[in-house]
């Protein structure tokens, strides 16, 4: 019998590669990039965007394996899907859009991620409170409305604390991870200094409410199912 490919574990190991070789690679940058730049040569990477590469990438190896250290410490496991699209959100962010700078040469590409990211974490807010209503060592029983709700706070909340440590970032160590500053040096103010980072909470309450709603409507269908289906059994 042919045996399946563990694509989760795959995937994991390619996203975990990537990110480690682009530790050395923003290394060796931030030695030899220079502090600033001309306006007639804005194109060029400066040393604090190799640091801030650095920190992402080193960000991303600590918290790529955080599913496999939730499910141990809390015995439950995740569905494969979920750890996938988390690996595939690791690479996208960090790997395209930081080293690969796909934040600039793709257009609305941090738009993007925000919008799977909170759907991703609108599903697994939902998948967690799912895992908890369903399982045997806890007798609980929450509606649909309040699985659907803490999902959608829940991916709300890790959106609002990702804000928090960009601006804290872009504070202590004069990066840009707020898109603040143009590719060109130029420093934004007032409302449109502010827009990146709403449109951002933004994209993500809209992206979990999607994802909510959908679960939300799954749930109703079960449970409809449910009682149709014991309304036949005890009729028999």
């Given amino acids: 019998m ?9 995937i994991g ?22 502090e600033s730049t001309t306006v007639t040569d804005s194109a060029t990477h400066l040393r604090s965007d190799y640091v801030l ?6 960000l991303g190896l600590l918290v790529i394996g955080l599913p ?22 690791l690479y996208c962010a960090i790997y395209l859009g930081e080293v690969r700078n796909f934040y600039y040469l793709v257009p609305h590409w941090d738009t ?6 909170g759907a991703m974490l609108g599903a697994l807010g939902f998948t967690l409170v799912r895992i908890l209503n369903d399982s045997d060592k806890v007798k609980v029983a929450l509606s649909p409305s309040f699985i659907c709700l803490f999902a959608f706070c829940f991916a709300l909340a ?3 604390i990702w ?26 103010i007032g409302h449109s200094a502010l827009s990146d980072t709403m449109k951002d909470i933004i994209i993500d309450a809209i992206g979990a409410f999607i994802v909510t ?3 939300y409507l799954s749930l109703l269908a079960k449970m409809k199912y449910k009682n149709k289906h014991g309304d036949k059994d005890s009729d028999e």
């Fill in 2 to 10: 042919k045996k399946r490919v563990n694509w989760k574990k795959v």
């Fill in 13 to 34: 190991i390619f996203v975990f590669a990537t990110i480690f070789l682009s530790i050395g690679y923003s290394i060796a940058n931030i030695i030899s990039a220079p």
């Fill in 53 to 58: 590469m650095l920190i992402q990438c080193c």
């Fill in 68 to 89: 496999s250290a939730l499910e141990r410490k809390w015995s439950f496991e995740l569905p494969n899907y979920m750890s996938i699209l988390y690996f595939i959100f």
């Fill in 112 to 117: 993007i991620l925000h919008a799977f990211s």
């Fill in 158 to 160: 890790v959106g609002a």
């Fill in 163 to 188: 804000e928090i440590y960009e601006f804290t970032g872009d504070a202590l160590f004069g990066l840009n991870m707020q898109k603040f500053r143009l590719s060109d040096g130029t420093e934004l």
């Fill in 213 to 215: 709603f959908i679960g």
